[in-house]
């Protein structure tokens, strides 16, 4: 695929086949992360857990579930890999980088995934809920500095890439001359 085919058959896929994905891919869709531009340079406030723990993903789901108050909800979707983007996160000035830098991750993560064939959901509840869970941050080794900002979802997938119409104006655009 090149760069705009990618772009444009990109999409949120939530349906996993239960197959695990290969350590080349996954190694691949982590350098594509460490590919990302982080605001001032500081990749050192950042932290990326790489989780394929399957009790310690469905225990999250099961706790996330409990804290949003939605029975049954499965954030996960029975992905088998769970890559939670950790951040150290200011109130003042920079207060958005923080949270851009974490999406950015998982943005170059998802865009990587669409061209390897891997399904790949950014996921926001899970990393929101586990910030009303301190015994599973504890157990995650999330440093008391480190705020869980955002997450993507990856595992193979019988779900299918293929290039989509991307609607003009989709996002409101104004143009200011
Ligand atoms: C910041 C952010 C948070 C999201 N959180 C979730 C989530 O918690 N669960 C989920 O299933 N999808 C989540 N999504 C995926 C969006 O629902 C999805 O991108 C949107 O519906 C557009 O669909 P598409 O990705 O297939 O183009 C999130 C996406 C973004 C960018």
């Known amino acids: ?3 705009f085919q990618t772009l444009y058959s990109r999409k949120s896929i939530r349906q996993f086949n239960g197959k695990g994905i290969s350590q080349d891919k996954l190694a691949e869709i982590l350098k594509s992360a460490y590919a990302s531009p982080i605001g001032l340079k500081r990749y050192d ?3 990326l857990k790489v989780i394929t723990n399957k009790s310690l993903i469905e225990k999250w ?5 409990i804290v949003m108050d939605r029975e049954g909800y499965k954030a996960f979707y029975g992905a088998p890999v769970v ?3 950790c951040s150290e996160v200011d109130d003042g000035v920079y207060a958005n980088v923080n949270y851009s830098n974490a ?11 669409t061209a390897l064939d891997v399904g790949a959901c950014h996921i926001w509840s899970a990393p ?12 995650m080794g999330i440093a008391s500095n480190m705020v ?4 993507i979802a990856l595992g193979e997938t019988d779900d299918k890439y293929a290039e989509r119409e991307i609607e003009n104006q989709k996002i409101k655009t104004t143009f200011i001359d």
């Open 1 to 3: 695929m090149d760069t």
């Open 45 to 47: 406030r950042l932290e």
């Open 61 to 65: 789901e099961e706790q996330t579930a």
């Open 83 to 85: 890559v939670l983007v």
């Open 103 to 113: 999406a950015i991750v998982v943005h170059n993560m998802a865009i990587a995934a």
């Open 128 to 139: 929101r809920a586990l910030r009303a869970l301190p015994d599973l941050q504890k157990e």
């Open 148 to 151: 869980p900002c955002c997450a």
